[in-house]
């Protein structure tokens, strides 16, 4: 069965800097990986997925994630951190048969002005 | 378009009561799918429907019943509640499977409590 880990429950950076928000996944077939990320009181929203290719994927408000296949990670960076960043981030992966989506525990960003 | 919606947005059972989420979405996507939320669990997923009249379950499915009558709508019912199915529910749709090339749009969610 396939499985997410997101090690850190909660990220601090200070906007402007970098950050970095780790995923490790375990499957069985070839992955298919997913971020996606959830404002207070809201729904989750999708930010980039690696299928194939590249191994360096762009997403969305300047969002980009490198998949790492003999580290098995998917960590989510983006070079210049906002204060309106700050939400829950999770990472998934999909199921052998495609039809599911298994998450990560979330980690929490909080950018400090 | 209001995309995927939700209701009722807060709920409080009592043990034992039954009651029905509702999810509806105007995109014409096949596939749905019931999620739960809880603090550091992420979201687990309950069944899903990948289309009009087919359902299968999930992860967490048992205390939960689903059908899909029409591509629309995908209504989640709790048939004796329990302190346990206290979370955050959201519905999610997309034009394929959810781990293939097409995005989940998710909901607002429902925050249920069963007291």
């Known amino acids: 069965a396939q499985s997410v880990a997101q090690p850190e429950d909660q990220v601090n950076v200070a906007e402007g800097n970098p950050l970095t928000v780790k995923c490790t996944y375990s499957?069985?077939?070839?992955?298919?990986l997913f971020w996606y990320v959830q404002y207070p009181n809201r729904g989750l929203q999708f930010l980039l997925k690696?299928?194939?290719?590249?191994?360096l994927v762009k997403g969305s408000y300047g969002f980009e994630a490198e998949f790492n296949k003999s580290q098995t990670s998917f960590h989510l960076k983006k070079p210049s951190a906002l204060v309106s960043d700050s939400a829950l981030y999770f990472c998934?992966?999909?199921?052998?048969?495609?039809?599911?989506?298994?998450f990560g525990g979330g980690t929490r960003l909080m950018v400090k002005p | 378009n209001a995309g995927v919606t939700q209701t009722p947005k807060f709920q409080v059972l009592k043990t034992g009561q039954s009651m029905t989420l509702q999810c509806a979405q105007d995109?014409?996507?096949?596939?749905m799918s019931w999620y739960r939320q809880d603090p550091g669990m992420g979201l687990r997923l309950i069944h899903y429907?990948?289309?009009?009249?087919?359902?299968d379950q999930g992860e967490v499915p048992n205390g939960y019943n689903v059908s899909r009558s029409t591509t629309e709508d995908f209504p989640l019912r709790l048939l004796s509640a329990a302190p346990s199915q206290t979370s955050v529910y959201f519905c999610?749709?997309?034009?394929?499977?959810?781990?293939?090339?097409?995005?989940?749009?998710f909901g607002p969610g429902t925050r249920l409590t069963v007291l």
């Open positions: 499957v069985s077939g070839n992955p298919y």
């Open positions: 429907s990948v289309g009009a009249g087919i359902t």
């Open positions: 999610a749709s997309s034009y394929g499977p959810a781990g293939g090339l097409y995005e989940q749009f």
């Open positions: 690696y299928i194939t290719g590249d191994n």
């Open positions: 995109m014409n996507h096949e596939y």
């Open positions: 998934a992966v999909r199921d052998d048969a495609g039809n599911m989506l298994t």
